[in-house]
């Protein structure tokens, strides 16, 4: 399958799997140089079963940068506000990273897309 292209950009996707044990910050890929955040997605596999059963989706040092408190108490497709998208990304890679608020949850699985795109395609070399 091609990758998708918009405009002279292609679209390109990280995904992640998030378990109910991730209650602190916890990495889940690099998003490369330049990337610009087109949308997330959360696709809850299981059920968190405890605790406010949320989640945050960040960066190293702020882990609500991209979403806060997306509710992951139900399966299917949590509805994802992207708070800082479309934005440059800078010079470096960025380090994404989620936290999930469900102490004590003893069920809860999630995958998690990033979509984005990039103005330098260097990383792709």
């Known amino acids: 399958m091609a ?3 918009i405009g002279d950009f292609q ?5 992640a ?6 209650t602190s910050a916890t990495r889940l890929f690099d998003l490369p140089a ?3 955040v087109i949308d997330i997605i959360v696709d ?3 059920v968190f079963n405890a605790g406010n059963q ?3 989706i960040g960066k190293y040092g702020n882990t609500d940068y991209f979403a806060q408190n997306v509710d992951v108490s139900g399966t299917g497709r949590a509805s994802v ?3 800082e998208g479309g934005e440059d990304l800078g010079e470096r890679l960025t380090e994404i990273q989620v ?6 949850s003893t069920t809860g699985e999630c995958v998690i897309t990033f979509l984005y795109f990039c103005f330098d395609h260097s990383h792709l070399h």
């Open 11 to 15: 679209v390109f996707a990280k995904t």
């Open 81 to 83: 506000t992207v708070l």
């Open 54 to 56: 949320q989640l945050d």
């Open 99 to 104: 936290e999930v608020d469900a102490a004590a």
């Open 44 to 46: 809850v596999q299981t």
């Open 34 to 36: 330049h990337a610009h």
């Open 3 to 5: 990758t998708p292209i």
């Open 17 to 22: 799997t998030v378990v109910y044990g991730d």
